[in-house]
């Protein structure tokens, strides 16, 4: 489930912003560890992601817990309400920003 919707937030990510060399990081990595630096998208090390796996996961019991792909698509919807918020906030500082920019974002 974690694997997979890190690969959901990096698909959406990748596919919406251009971030040509943006990696998806999933194994264990130490910067001590490595001669070189590794740059990429390190969702593990994201306390919003973590934190948010953990309450997701503890919304449901052993029995009730939903399908892989249904878990995983909960966790970006939920993720990505965590950035947009964030997004905004920082955007809220900016010269020019005006609020109703981001009304209705879901009219086509």
Known sequence: ?????????????????????????????????????????????????????????NQYSDTNLPEAEQLAEEITVNYFYLVFKALLSDLSDCCGYDPSYFNNLNDA
């Open 1 to 57: 489930m974690d694997q997979l919707a890190q690969e959901k937030i990096y698909q959406l990510l990748t596919s919406n912003i251009p971030l040509p060399n943006l990696k998806l990081i999933t194994e264990a990595y130490h910067f001590e560890d490595r001669q070189q630096k590794l740059s990429g998208l390190f969702l593990t090390k994201d306390v919003d992601y973590r934190t948010l796996l953990a309450d997701i996961g």
